[in-house]
């Protein structure tokens, strides 16, 4: 008794650990994913799957923007809120459940038959029940929970992925808002001092003291300048809106967005190329993923070897109970005659589609290595130019404001020497943000080109000629 009270719970319980399969998978993907994001990025991710946390990361974010917000809190607010990366963590859930599904047996099939037969007045009844299971599933199970178990690894690597690009898309969009904040501010500066000196070229017209040309030189330049502090704030704005989008942000945690006066300094030096390597070598998602699918076709082609010729097969149980007989009772096998389909083709594909896998992973692994060289080419320019710029041509153009200022002081030049002398360091100025402001979007390329979801390359224009530096260009 005790036996058969045991046996009807058996297929109960395995039931429920199958179902615990699910769940189980799902949160070890999510954990791993979480790992790589502390380990490789720097900060913690988090999946809002309840009310109470997103309640509770929308108190984080209020706190985080309730200060001028730093690239790291940016790159925090895009894993743990932006509702994109989210999307991508449910989807993930959702392609590890599928794999999960794909490992189980299907359900055994129970058919029910029942025939009644009326011959001379007598009526007789025949009731047949079959029960069928597929017996190539159960010999190629040990396959499928393989199978399964690299599709696992492939969501794993996706979603992994997926939340790089959104920490490099969040790091870079904070550089650039920054940037173009910073750059604004000079540009009003420079617009400014334009809008002074034409003022003066118009009086000193009026006076009698300037030519017609010299007075519409001055008002040429403002005019300029006032065009081009109508593109800066739209740069700034349009630079915000896209950080506010790579976070997440609704319309009042935009307006409560402050960012930081200036982009950070200059690292004392710039990372070395073999400690670049060595952190590249410790795995990169997109080879890593290559590798996945490559051992997923093998598996697959090996699978489709053996399914090209039994595919379909088979195997139930059947009793069947007639009026006034003993039941009937035997098995029932079914077996597909390859006549018409022998497999051939199916194993053809299979073995094209591993082929092409093969050598789609052989230059994958050689374009992630070229990517990796040229961005850190990249990265170490961004960074010679950021710092010429801030050691050389920005000191070099404050020595010949200061000098010009001398020069004014002793009535060697006039006002708008001193003006136009003023409008060119501002420019040099910007000219180092922008160098500044490049560095930093290469350094944000080249963590995530080291991680394995590397981003389009740095494309660093030449800038401006410089013009003379005495002040006396009128």
Not at 57 to 64: E, M, N, P, V, Y
Request: include cysteine; charged fraction near 20%; proline fraction near 4%.
């Amino acid at each position: 008794m005790i036996r058969g009270t045991a046996c009807r719970w058996l297929p109960l319980a395995l039931a429920a650990v199958l179902a615990g399969c699910a769940t189980g998978a799902i949160d070890d993907n999510y954990t791993s994913v979480q790992r790589l994001a502390r380990e490789r990025l720097g900060a913690d991710m988090k999946w809002l799957t309840s009310d109470e946390a997103r309640r509770q990361a929308r108190a984080d974010i209020d706190a985080a923007l309730a200060q001028p917000l730093s690239a790291d809190d940016a790159v925090r607010i895009a894993l743990s809120y932006s509702p994109a990366l989210q999307a991508a963590l449910f989807d993930g859930a959702a392609a590890s459940a599928a794999a999960t599904q794909s490992a189980r047996l299907p359900n055994p099939v129970f058919t029910f038959e029942r025939l009644v037969r009326n011959e001379d007045g007598a009526r007789d009844l025949d009731i047949g029940r079959l029960l069928s299971v597929s017996v190539l599933d159960l010999l190629l199970l040990p396959a499928r929970s393989r199978l399964a178990d690299f599709q696992q690894q492939q969501t794993r690597l996706a979603v992994a992925a997926d939340v790089v690009q959104a920490a490099s898309e969040a790091r870079q969009a904070w550089v650039r808002a920054v940037a173009a904040q910073q750059s604004l501010q000079y540009f009003e500066q420079v617009a400014s001092a334009a809008d002074a000196s034409a003022e003066l070229a118009r009086r000193m017209q009026a006076a009698g003291n300037f030519s017609k040309l010299q007075r519409v030189r001055e008002q040429a330049f403002s005019a300029d300048s006032a065009a081009q502090l109508a593109r800066a704030h739209l740069n700034a704005q349009t630079t915000r809106e896209a950080l506010v989008r790579a976070l997440g942000l609704d319309a009042s945690q935009a307006a409560a967005l402050r960012l930081p006066e200036r982009l950070p300094e200059l690292p004392p030096a710039p990372k070395d190329e073999q400690a670049i390597a060595k952190a590249a070598a410790a795995g990169r998602i997109d080879v890593a993923l290559a590798k996945a699918k490559l051992e997923f076709t093998a598996r697959e082609q090996g699978l489709t070897r053996v399914t090209g010729f039994v595919d379909g097969v088979h195997l139930g149980v059947a009793r069947n109970s007639e009026t006034g007989k003993p039941p009937q009772k035997g098995f029932e096998l079914e077996v597909p005659l390859p006549i018409f389909d022998a497999g051939d083709a199916s194993r053809s594909r299979a073995q094209a589609t591993y082929m092409a896998a093969l050598n789609r992973a052989a230059a994958l692994a050689a374009d992630a290595s070229s990517q990796l060289r040229q961005s850190h080419a990249a990265y170490r320019t961004a960074y010679e130019l950021a710092r010429h710029y801030r050691d050389e041509v920005v000191p070099l153009r404050r020595t010949i404001a200061e000098e010009n200022v001398l020069r004014y002081n002793g009535m060697l030049i006039g006002v708008f020497e001193l003006l136009a002398d003023a409008r060119l360091q501002v420019a040099s100025v910007v000219q180092a943000i922008e160098a500044q402001r490049d560095f930093w979007l290469a350094d944000a390329a080249l963590q995530a080109a080291v991680v394995g979801k590397p981003t389009a390359a740095l494309a660093m224009a030449p800038g401006p000629a410089a013009t003379g530096g005495d002040g006396g260009g009128h």
